[in-house]
Structure formats: C-alpha cells, structure tokens
C-alpha cells in the first residue's frame, strides 16, 4: 500500500512538472516595435512553429532559438502580443517602442474644464477654444468658470493677473498638469487651479 502511494506521489510530481515546462516553454528576450518594424526574439522548444497572436511568423531552431522580424506590422491597441510554440500556454510579451491607442469617445461624448479659484490675488482665465471666462478675486470665482467640449477637444487656458496681482502658476491638479494642452477625457471634469497673488 505505501508503495502504490509512494508511486502514486511520484505520478503527481512530474506530472506538475511537465504542466510547468509546458506553461513555460516561451521565453522572450527581446520584443520591439520600432515603427511599423515589429522584431521578437526569445528560447522555445526546438525547431518549433512560432506564433504571434495566432500567426505564425517564423520557426525556433534545434537549440530553441528563434528571431522574428516583420515590416509592416500593425499595432496591437494594447501593445500585448501572445508568442507561442504550440507546447503550452501562450506567453504575452509587451512591445517596447510601441503607443497605445486610446479607444475614441463615443459620438456625442462630452467632458468639462473647470477653473478652481487659489490664492489671494486677482485675475483672468480664459480658454481657446471659448467657453471659459472666469474672474478669480479674494472671494472666489465669477462668470463662466467652467465649460463642456466635445471629447478628445484640446484646450489651452491662459492666465492674466489683474494690476494688483502677480501671477505664480498653475497647481498640478490631476488631468491639468499642462494647461496649455488639456485633452478633454469624455464623462470627466478635468478641474485645474491657478494661483495668483497681490502685490504687496
């Protein structure tokens, strides 16, 4: 009886041994995206077909070895492939080089730029495109200090301090950490403070 479990234990070991070579069989060492020039290289199992994404795109060698170069090669939007060589599970290699596409808004998507009053001075903001004409004073915010545009718009806000005041910059609020180029994020209020001071 103890040696059936004895076997059986052995059974068991190198069954989970064999799953973990299988999952693990991929190796990369080097995955790129240099324009439209896709380049992967890593260790398989020997002379192997190699897939990217389901493709097969080139062959290991007798020692494992395989390098994959093609031009053109479209972007996955995620800049995640899946390299394979048919003995387990596929291994996702990220591309080096490569930008991922955010999904476009969907039609009709909205988001709002508003201005959030800081500091003890005075002065202007104003957007290009318009819709933001905001009064900043020691009491607050007056007029349009906050305004919708369509998803993906660009807007640029530009400060001016009024005579008494100087004006110190703009505080990094999230989404605002270059007010010269907000890109409008659709459902989302992209609030962005800007901090003026009185002369003394």
């Not at 240099?34 to 190699?50: D, K, S």
């Amino acid at each position: 009886m103890s040696r059936l479990i004895g076997v059986a234990g052995i059974v068991v070991v190198v069954a989970a041994i064999a799953a973990s070579l299988a999952a693990a069989a991929v190796s990369i060492s080097r995955a790129e995206l240099n324009g439209t020039r896709l380049r992967i290289e890593g260790t398989a199992l020997p002379n192997r077909a190699i897939t990217v994404d389901g493709v097969a795109l080139g062959t290991s060698d007798g020692n494992g070895n395989f390098r994959i170069e093609r031009d053109p090669y479209p972007a996955p939007a995620d800049c995640i492939v899946d390299v394979d060589d048919g003995s387990g599970t596929p291994t996702p290699a990220f591309l080096s080089g490569c930008t991922q596409q955010a999904p476009p808004p969907p039609p009709g998507a909205t988001g709002t730029i508003a201005i959030v009053p800081g500091g003890n001075g005075n002065g202007t903001i104003t957007s290009t495109p318009a819709g933001i004409s905001c009064a900043i004073t020691t009491n607050g915010g007056t007029g349009s200090c906050q305004a919708s545009y369509p998803a993906g718009t660009v807007v640029r806000l530009d400060a001016r301090p009024a005579a008494d005041s100087q004006f110190l910059g703009w505080r990094g609020l999230p989404g605002c950490f270059d007010p010269q180029k907000i890109t409008v994020v659709a459902d989302t209020t992209i609030n962005c403070q800007p901090g003026f001071r009185l002369r003394f």
